[in-house]
């Protein structure tokens, strides 16, 4: 009985009014407009579907509040059942804040996007923040690869459920239909809902003592998640026709799917069939490339391409959850990018002396001069998966790269992963040529590779030779 209160079976059997009277769960229907040829208009087929959902799940002790506009569109069958109650109200944000007050329920879950979720859902939620000090609770919803339900769409729980890899279980997620609150805490921090959904979330995810659980049972259409999360922008780099084939190859291969690729129309003469086919592949003039990718992409991160390398299938999915689960951690400062090895093809046998290895190691040594500019060893881009707003926001497009990678590493934090992720054939000269303009190194940048790359290696060995490696 403690575990299954909504069952109430202290009571056995109640019937539908005492029930409607004193439900558990208040599901709040908000806004189900669509823009449909510049008007706004109700998403009728949306809204029954939901409405269908409810009263399809396992947890029979809930209430609907809904607003009077759009009660007024449902059918007899519907508008008859006892646990619904409606409210008037002038705007999204009025109503969402009535609610609140005239909710019967002890926890409160808003629905505002469109989604279809499992019948088990609400029981699940139930269990996990009744029986916990939480103040609400989030468990994730994953996108369909089509943009739109059917009218007959079920919720099944099966391995072969139709998701993308991408769900709202991120830091800050700004959707309404994944948490479960309970009322008391809204009430004890006097929450009032604004027309800034995003301030909105933002507030309960400071306030309050939430839990993000790993359970997939709720579906939506959400441009949110339709979005993706990284893109990949490959600029005219010297590369060769059956090069830039493995690239895009180890791309389309990665267990993360939700990306897309921008890339320099100049290469377009050297892209197969099978890719130019692919609605995710986007060609960008040769003027401002890169700029023009950063201004354009609608994605949280991206990866500069500007040698030919190719990538574990892993190395997407990785990359993104790592430094997500950096930013995560509370009390640090957000990370601005990711950097990961890259290892030569054909060196399989020995320890592979990267220069990027020895410049994460020379920045960690004691001598003084770990302050000097040992980043010069790490001046490629397709190693680094970096947020688009730092770039936005500092206008950097990395027209000067040896420069701008250096800029990044100075001003911002960075998260390292070792892994083995990103394999290229060419040596650690033609990778460190690769960052100046035209690949001409400057004089005195190439005594300062050759002098510190030597001393770096002598450091190293002295590790070795002191147990220390």
């Given at each position: 009985m403690k575990n299954n209160k909504d069952l109430q079976m202290d009571d056995l059997i109640i019937n539908h009014t005492e029930m409607a009277t004193n439900p558990i769960i208040s599901v709040i229907l908000s806004n189900f407009m669509i823009n449909k040829d510049n008007e706004s208009v109700l998403d009728l087929n949306s809204l029954n579907r939901i409405i269908l959902n409810c009263y399809n799940s396992h947890f029979p002790s809930f209430e609907l509040i809904i607003s009077n506009d759009l009660f007024n569109n449902l059918n007899k069958d519907i508008t008859n059942k006892q646990n619904i109650q409606v409210i008037d109200s002038n705007s999204n944000k009025e109503f969402k804040n009535k609610a609140i007050d005239k909710s019967k329920g002890d926890f409160l879950f808003f629905i505002e996007e469109d989604i279809l979720f499992s019948p088990i859902l609400f029981k699940k939620m139930f269990d996990k923040i009744n029986n916990n000090d939480y103040d609400w609770v989030l468990f994730p919803m994953d996108p369909i690869i089509d943009l739109k339900f059917s009218k007959n769409d079920q919720y099944d729980i099966n391995e072969f459920s139709k998701r993308k890899t991408i769900n709202s279980n991120l830091k800050y997620d700004y959707l309404s239909s994944d948490k479960l609150f309970k009322k008391k805490f809204l009430k004890n921090i006097d929450f009032k809902f604004s027309d800034n959904l995003k301030n909105d979330i933002q507030t309960l995810y400071n306030k309050g003592n939430y839990k993000k659980f790993n359970a997939h049972y709720i579906l939506t259409t959400d441009s949110f998640l339709n979005d993706p999360f990284i893109s990949i922008i490959i600029d005219d780099i010297k590369i060769k026709k059956e090069?830039?084939?493995?690239?895009?190859?180890?791309?389309y291969n990665q267990s993360f799917k939700s990306f897309d690729i921008y890339l320099n129309e100049t290469l377009q003469n050297?892209?197969?069939?099978?890719?130019?086919?692919?609605?995710?592949?986007?060609?960008?003039?040769?003027?401002?490339?890169?700029?023009t990718a950063v201004k354009e992409s609608k994605s949280k991160y991206a990866i500069f391409v500007d040698i030919p390398v190719i990538y574990n299938s892993s190395f997407l999915e990785k990359s993104?959850?790592?430094?997500?689960?950096?930013n995560n951690k509370q009390n640090h400062k957000n990370f601005s990018f990711l950097s990961t090895p890259i290892c030569t093809s054909n060196n399989k046998k020995i320890y592979n002396f990267s220069t990027q290895e020895l410049a994460y190691f020379y920045k960690n040594v004691s001598s003084p001069s770990n302050k000097s500019k040992f980043l010069i060893f790490d001046l490629y881009l397709a190693n680094k998966l970096i947020n688009l707003d730092y770039l936005r926001r500092n206008k950097i497009y990395f027209n000067n790269c040896n420069s701008d990678i250096?800029?990044?590493y100075r001003t911002s934090n960075s998260v390292r992963t070792?892994?083995?992720?990103?394999?290229?054939?060419?040596?650690?000269?033609?990778?460190f040529k690769s960052s100046f303009k035209n690949e001409k190194v400057p004089f005195s940048d190439r005594i300062f590779y050759n002098v510190h790359k030597m001393f770096l290696i002598l450091l190293y060995i002295r590790e070795i030779l002191n147990g220390e490696k």
């Open positions: 090069e830039l084939e493995d690239l895009l190859k180890s791309i050297k892209v197969s069939n099978k890719y130019l086919s692919m609605n995710n592949l986007n060609f960008l003039k040769n003027n401002n490339f890169k700029e993104f959850l790592k430094i997500e689960e950096a250096l800029r990044i070792y892994e083995k992720f990103i394999s290229t054939n060419l040596s650690q000269k033609e990778m």
